[in-house]
Nanobody, 130 residues
């Protein structure tokens, strides 16, 4: 069983930056996928980015490329999401998720499927004021 705890959200002004953290406990494997999603009130959960615990590949939603960067620090069992140049439309609850259901070679499109993820954190609120 994997447990995920997000942190780093808050109320910020447009144009600023945040780094969200997801601390993972429990069993993990090098091929596991860690991902960030976000969800604004009344909307569907939206894929942001994903990474595995090994390798160099990064996976992004096309709409998230540029301002969003996913990274990891294995020694701290932590996955990060750096968000630069925040915009009011980035306001959402940001969730960390984990999955062991993606074979090697899976695409970003596949990793955007919420049903593939086994564990979710409670989310961290990001609010961007204009």
């Amino acid at each position: 069983q994997v447990q995920l705890v997000e942190s780093g959200g808050g109320l910020v002004q447009a144009g600023s930056s945040l780094r969200l953290s997801c601390v993972v406990s429990g069993r993990t494997f090098v091929t596991d996928v860690m991902a960030w999603f976000r969800q604004a009130p009344g909307t569907e959960r939206e894929f942001v980015a994903a990474i595995r615990w090994s390798g160099t590949d990064r996976y992004y939603s096309d709409s998230m490329k540029g301002r969003f960067t996913i990274s990891r620090e294995n020694a701290k069992n932590t996955v990060y999401l750096q968000i630069n140049s925040l915009k009011p439309e980035d306001t959402a609850v940001y969730y960390c998720a984990a999955s062991n259901r993606f074979p090697l070679g899976a695409t970003a499109q596949a990793m955007a499927l919420t049903d593939r993820y086994d564990r979710w954190g409670q989310g961290t609120q990001v609010t961007v004021s204009s």
